[in-house]
C-alpha cells in the first residue's frame, strides 16, 4: 500500500494567517493527489483535486502542488469557515489510501 | 445534484455480519466508480473498495476476505457487506462517487457500532 504521512498533525493559526500543510507519498503517484477539507459532523469536501486543481465552489485562497511525492496545500487569507480537518488522498494505485489527516485551529 | 443516503443498523454484535446499502439519486450510475469508505474514531478514513458501473467489484486487501460490494443499477443502489465484525469496526460508514479517482461526492455517513 502507499502509505500518505502529513504534517503537521495539527495546526494552530490566526485568521488573515496564510498555512502550508504537506503530504508524502511512500512512492511516485504523479499528480493523482487530492485535498478534502472535513469539519465537525460532515462527510469530507473535496477542495483540491489532481494535486493542484481548485475545485468548483472552492475559494482561490486554497492552492495546491506538487508531484510525484511531495505534495503541499496552501490556504491564503485564513477565514473563520476554514478552520478544519483536511486530508491529503492517493488514487494513483488500489487501495487508495489516505494521510492522517490535519487538524489547523484557531 | 447528485445525492447519496446510507442505510442500515446502527449497531450490531461481533461476529455477525454488517449490512449497509447506499441510494444514489440525481444522476447516473453509469461511467463511475461506487466506494465505501470508513472513518475510525480516531479519524483515520479507511478505503473498503468500490465497484465499476459495469458491477466489477476491487477490494482493500485489508478487508478482502470479509467484504462483498455489489450494485443494483436498476434501483440506483449498491450495497455493502462486511462479515466477522469485531469492535474494530466500529467507525462511521460513507458511502461515495468517485470519478477517474476523485471522491467527489459522499453520503452524509452512518455511525456503526460493533458492540455486545
Known amino acids: 500500500d502507499i502509505q500518505m504521512t502529513q504534517s503537521p498533525s495539527s495546526l494552530s493559526a490566526s485568521v488573515g494567517d496564510r498555512v502550508t500543510i504537506t503530504c508524502r507519498a511512500s512512492q511516485n503517484i504523479n499528480t493523482f493527489l487530492n485535498w478534502y477539507q472535513q469539519k465537525p459532523g460532515q462527510a469530507p469536501k473535496v477542495v483540491i483535486f489532481a494535486a493542484s486543481n481548485l475545485q468548483s465552489g472552492v475559494p482561490s485562497r486554497f492552492s495546491g502542488g506538487g508531484s510525484g511525492t511531495d505534495f503541499a496545500l496552501t490556504i491564503s487569507n485564513l477565514q473563520p469557515e476554514d478552520f478544519a480537518t483536511y486530508f491529503c488522498?492517493?488514487?494513483?494505485?488500489?487501495?487508495?489510501?489516505f494521510g492522517q489527516g490535519t487538524n489547523l485551529e484557531l | 445534484q447528485v445525492q447519496l443516503q446510507e442505510s442500515g443498523p446502527g449497531l450490531v454484535k461481533p461476529s455477525e455480519t454488517l449490512s449497509l446499502t447506499c441510494t444514489v439519486s440525481g444522476g447516473s450510475i453509469g461511467t463511475y466508480y461506487w466506494s465505501w469508505i470508513r472513518q475510525t474514531p480516531e479519524k483515520r478514513l479507511d478505503w473498503i473498495g468500490y465497484?465499476?458501473?459495469?458491477?466489477?467489484?476491487y477490494y482493500n486487501p485489508s478487508f478482502k476476505s470479509r467484504v462483498t460490494i455489489s450494485l443494483d443499477t436498476s434501483k440506483a443502489q449498491f450495497s455493502l457487506s462486511l462479515t466477522s465484525l469485531t469492535t474494530a469496526d466500529t467507525a462511521i460508514y460513507y458511502c461515495?462517487?468517485?470519478?477517474?479517482?476523485?471522491?467527489?461526492?459522499w453520503g452524509q455517513g452512518t455511525l456503526v457500532t460493533v458492540s455486545s
Open positions: 488522498h492517493q488514487s494513483y494505485q488500489t487501495p487508495q489510501t
Open positions: 465497484i465499476s458501473y459495469s458491477g466489477i467489484p
Open positions: 461515495a462517487r468517485d470519478y477517474k479517482g476523485l471522491i467527489d461526492y
